[in-house]
């Protein structure tokens, strides 16, 4: 059944009981019910990276969302930058009144901050005329918003890295996904400010159960794919104009775990869409999705590669019920066709402590399972904007933002199909903050030996960690290794190291295992008061072979 057949029969429940972190989509209400957030205007919004790389110019992104239904005249759009107790920056960025009628308008602009660094508050002044009367609109025009400033952290420091690290966002969502009650930001949109953040790619994610919708009709599903189409072309477009940028596609797709729960699974580099509707509230109690996990896997192309997505995030009593969700069971990961999971979700909580869990369990079962960090962010590069209650009140807050959790891969040169190759292989971290990184000692893989396989007793390790005064100092590096088939222990441990720490250590080994690292630095002079993490991808070890092997 199509959308428009039952959504006017979906109680406005649902959109209580799912995780909604896009944008707001505020003029969608249920057929007889009330909206109090619904107004003739079009959804008008600011939005900046949470943090600046030293020495970039500040982009400010402003979305108009739906003037195709409420054309409007944007007047002026003044922006005011303050710096402690003063207002270091006053400009106005229209030159002249802009006439705007697009379903979806959005344009960066480019602020000089040159000799600014710390935090800085943004206010972003919109007037706008809608023939009937002009209003003013501090950063968005949605009813109940705080509409405060943004706040960016312009760092003195780059991003901690070693040479030939790079950055990502690697699990996010789009403008691709629009439906009843959030939109996504631009793709174009957030290279730009990925850039910023210091990042060099990002993995495009959008959910399967809204790939599949009409362009212009998010209630009716069009056998066609056009958006699927339309989101596979963009991507070759914005990688072919970028050589120090790449968007790796993707998809979110929603499918049946080992008990027959929605739970969702990432696919990155995958041009074919795979169906999954389970948990999208488009048919009224029903919520089994099309495929189970062990199905996708057998239909994936060859070069795609899956992780788990937030495996053991909470799940509510009514999430459960009405929409057939659960968590990634240990059962789920059994099998040789999952690449990773990804229990790094924008946040260190119960979800991520349990997912970190039940991925050193995998490992000490001998599967190459690999970490993968992300935000699950829907735009929301400063601050996310959703709908609280239905249809009565915008909730904010802080946290899963774009590029606030990163994967960093070794690879020499940005390419979508260098990194899908490095995620693969493992040769990756996961970090909000300091960098570690793990070489055997000669070894033909000069970047990092993280994700390799290498064969011998005895071996000569190099650890390297560097963090900055944004993160604050190491409070702890540790070195664990893993006995496949028994238990993990940890057999390197340094306290209180400042910001760059190396140290070569001697590992013998009797049997299979492998070894890992990871390191949290110091609230105490962290600039925002908070412990930030580092973790690696094993290092593998046998002694049947004496030859070195990469995985």
Not at 172 to 180: A, I
Request: with cysteine; charged share 25%; hydrophobic share 35%.
């Amino acid at each position: 059944m199509e959308r428009a057949g039952i959504l006017i029969q979906v109680p406005s429940i649902v959109w209580q009981l799912a995780p909604i972190f896009l944008y707001a989509e505020t003029h969608y209400r249920f057929k007889y019910f009330f909206s109090f957030l619904r107004k003739k205007e079009p959804e008008i919004l600011a939005d900046a990276p949470h943090r600046l790389e030293p020495n970039t110019t500040l982009p400010i992104l402003v979305l108009v969302k739906d003037a195709h239904l409420y054309p409007v005249a944007l007047n002026g759009i003044t922006l005011h930058i303050r710096a402690g107790n003063s207002i270091v920056h006053k400009m106005n960025l229209l030159n002249s009144t802009l006439e705007i009628n697009q379903k979806l308008w959005w344009h960066i602009f480019e602020i000089p901050v040159t000799g600014l660094t710390g935090n800085i508050e943004c206010d972003v002044l919109f007037e706008l005329n809608d023939g009937r009367q002009k209003r003013f609109y501090h950063n968005d025009n949605y009813k109940t918003s705080s509409r405060k400033n943004l706040n960016v952290s312009i760092s003195p420091t780059p991003l901690p890295r070693f040479k030939n690290l790079n950055f990502g966002e690697c699990h996010s969502h789009s403008s691709y996904t629009d439906d009843q009650v959030e939109y996504g930001s631009p793709l174009g949109a957030s290279v730009r400010l990925g850039k910023s953040l210091g990042l060099s790619f990002f993995c495009a994610t959008d959910h399967s159960y809204d790939l599949d919708d009409e362009v212009d009709n998010y209630l009716l599903n069009d056998p066609n794919l056009p958006k699927w189409k339309s989101f596979q072309k963009e991507v070759d477009e914005l990688n072919s104009a970028h050589d120090d940028f790449a968007v790796i596609r993707g998809e979110e797709v929603t499918s049946r775990n080992s008990s027959g729960q929605n739970v969702h699974l990432l696919l990155l580099g995958n041009k074919n869409f795979i169906n999954g509707k389970g948990d999208g509230a488009e048919q009224w109690l029903k919520t089994r999705s099309e495929h189970a996990l062990g199905e996708i896997f057998d239909i994936l192309e060859s070069h795609s590669i899956t992780y788990a997505a937030h495996p053991r995030e909470p799940v509510s009593i009514l999430q459960r019920l009405l929409l057939g969700r659960g968590k990634w069971q240990e059962r789920d990961f059994d099998g040789d066709k999952l690449s990773g999971i990804q229990f790094a979700n924008g946040q260190t909580s119960a979800g991520f402590n349990d997912g970190y869990r039940i991925w050193i369990k995998a490992l000490l079962q001998g599967k190459h399972l690999f970490t993968m960090a992300g935000n699950d962010a829907h735009g929301n590069f400063n601050r996310f904007r959703q709908i609280g209650i239905p249809f009565l009140k915008i909730r904010e807050m802080d946290r899963q933002l774009f590029g606030k959790m990163r994967t960093g891969v070794f690879l020499e040169s940005i390419s979508e199909n260098g990194i899908l190759q490095t995620l693969r292989s493992g040769k990756s971290i996961i970090s909000d903050g300091p960098v570690v990184n793990l070489s055997v000692e000669s070894s033909p893989f000069h970047l990092s030996s993280i994700g390799c396989s290498y064969a011998g007793t005895k071996h000569t390790i190099l650890l390297e960690v560097r963090t900055s005064t944004e993160y604050g100092t190491i409070e702890y590096v540790k070195v664990f290794k893993g006995i496949i088939g028994g238990h993990e222990t940890e057999i390197l441990c340094e306290k209180k190291l400042g910001y760059e720490w190396d140290r070569k250590f001697f590992l013998e080994i009797s049997e299979e295992c492998y070894i890992r690292a990871e390191s949290w630095t110091s609230p105490a002079d962290a600039a925002d008061r908070q412990a930030h993490f580092c973790m690696t991808n094993p290092v593998w070890f046998t002694v049947r072979d004496k030859h070195q092997r990469d995985k």
